[in-house]
RNA sequence: GGCCUCAUCGUCUAACGGUUAGGACGCCAGGUUUUCAUCCUGGUAACCGGGGUUCGACUCCCCGUGGGGUCACCA
């Protein structure tokens, strides 16, 4: 049987980075397995649904480049849906499940409940305060069947539970081995909401069995929910897929990553200067490790080294930090070009326009220093103005305003008698201006200092020959032209 | 609190009974350089505690401690 993994996010109009890596994980695995990656929409909670939500959604997986082979897709901005197993959203297959209720119902193995929502609040805080576990009581269990009739009849509100049986259950967990539960433990779960929709437990094991799921991949909290979905399985009569949870992504503080603690959007992320094919690397690597010592992987090398049972079982902290460092070696390893194409929106929300050549040179020489996208924002600032600075800075630390001055002034010279063809790379200029320093038997230091911050404005920036290249002939002249008149 | 679950440097992790406990981020120091960044070199820093099992435990078992998750007509 082929490997059938599917990403069930709700739509609520955010993907955070937890489900991104549990939707890699699933891409992963049928990536390698040849298998099938389906998206379906958990849509049953009317109240959290936002409109237009799973557009941004798949938007969103374009961008990290995580498209399903099965499931809802964006076809010129329309939600079409793909696969033999649809629909792929939940709230088109009330049908489904409204049938698949009535078996269970049939078969003794659910029960409809009259309670209202009051009760059932007051219920679980006597339970708290006797300390005991939180669970309904069963109050209806024990309906007579021209009772439950009548009250149907009469358009009372309602909603069908699970009536969990005696005993045991347990399951094999892909990254954790068996676990096992006691079935007093297991509450009498809703099953269909007196809306007439499904809750989750109900929605994802007949989803999951229609749409022929091999593998359930999701995050840890749901381990605790998992024996009711075992339940239900055994009671309709199908056998379970595996089950694999992963380990929760952390705050720094140990706690489930959350909101409150900083950005969990991957969107959040995107806007902060971060590379999708970063985040994407980062996160595969919160939780599994492919051994050996490399940190950067393309997608291909962790589609094929991506091993479930490797998968850690204890929680893994969202380290900011070295995201950075990750984000940033993918910076460098783009060309200047490819830069100029990312960067320019981040200058576009910033309001600064910026001449294309010169950003391409500024990439060039800059990216080395970047390490979010975001930073070309100020990064431009020097090259499109002249800052403002302390001449001070102009005098090397080895040298004085004098010495600082006749060099500079004796570069504009060399520079204003040599071929203009030099400007065309950094190396013909570096050449040319070190050729200068030799012939006159000057030193790097007091040449090249002042002329860098001559150029720069700053104690810390691009050395002289980059920036040259980068400001051209013209503006490189009146910039050292200006440091010299502050020198006199 | 009940239940479930987890436990190696600050963080992400390697080790699957025998290693000076390895790598990466961060941090620190040095080198290269006109400065910064990059790059290179080195350093700092960990097996939660206690019992077992074993010739030998980070590795296996038990207990404790600590953390986390979950206890909805939300997913």
Request: net charge negative; aromatic share 8%.
């Amino acid at each position: 049987m082929s490997v059938r993994t599917r990403f069930a996010p709700s739509p609520t109009g955010f993907l955070h980075v937890g489900g991104l890596r549990t939707a890699l994980y699933n891409y992963l695995l049928a990536r390698q397995q040849s298998g099938t990656y389906i998206l379906r929409v958990e849509d049953t909670d009317r109240e959290r649904f936002v409109p237009g939500a799973v557009e941004s959604l798949l938007r969103m997986f374009e961008r990290v480049n995580l498209l399903p082979d099965e499931g809802p897709r964006l076809v010129d901005g329309i939600v079409e849906q793909f696969g033999d197993v649809g629909p792929y959203v939940q709230s088109e297959r009330l049908p489904i499940y409204a049938e698949h209720a009535r078996r269970l119902l049939d078969a003794g193995a659910a029960y409809v409940c009259f309670c209202s929502s009051e009760r059932l609040d007051g219920l679980r805080k006597q339970q708290e305060i006797a300390k005991l576990s939180t669970k309904y009581d069963r109050h209806c269990l024990g309906l007579s069947g021209e009772e439950v009739l009548r009250r149907l009849a009469g358009g009372e509100s309602h909603v069908l539970r699970l009536r969990v049986p005696e005993g045991k259950t347990s399951f094999d967990d892909v990254i954790r081995g068996n676990i096992t539960i006691d079935n007093s433990e297991v509450d009498d779960q809703v099953l269909i909401k007196s809306d007439g929709f499904p809750t989750y437990h109900m929605a994802v094991v007949v989803d999951d069995h229609l749409m022929k799921i091999t593998h359930v991949i999701r995050g840890e909290e749901w381990i605790s929910s998992t024996p009711k979905h075992v339940i239900l399985y055994r009671l309709f009569g199908w056998d379970a897929p595996l089950f694999a949870h992963l380990p929760l992504l952390l705050n720094a503080d140990k706690s489930k990553l959350s909101k409150r603690q900083g950005d969990v959007a991957v969107e959040d992320y995107l806007a902060k200067g971060y590379l999708p094919e970063a985040l994407v690397n980062f996160v595969a690597l919160l939780g599994f490790n492919p051994k050996g010592d490399q940190e950067i992987y393309t997608m291909e090398e962790l589609i094929s080294l991506f091993d479930l049972s490797k998968v850690n079982v204890s929680g893994a902290v969202f380290d900011q930090a070295k995201l950075n460092w990750m984000n940033g070696q993918y910076v460098m390893k783009k060309t200047a070009a490819e830069l100029v194409v990312l960067v320019r929106p981040f200058l576009d929300t910033a309001g600064k326009t910026v001449d294309a050549a010169l950003l391409q040179k500024i990439c060039a020489i800059e990216k080395t220093r970047m390490e979010r996208l975001t930073d070309i924002v100020e990064i431009v600032d020097a090259y499109v103005s002249m800052p403002a600075f302390d001449s001070a800075i102009l005098v090397w630390k080895k040298a004085d305003a004098a010495d600082s001055r006749a060099n500079l002034v004796g570069v504009r010279d060399h520079l204003s008698t040599v071929d203009e063809s030099i400007w065309n790379e950094i190396a013909m200029v570096e050449t040319s201006i070190k050729g200068y320093i030799e012939a006159k038997g000057l030193s790097n230091g007091n040449v090249l200092w002042p002329t860098r911050v001559a150029l720069s404005g700053r104690a810390a920036s691009p050395g002289p020959f980059e920036l040259a290249w980068a400001l051209g002939k013209d503006e490189t002249m009146r910039r050292l032209e200006s440091a010299i008149t502050r020198l006199a």
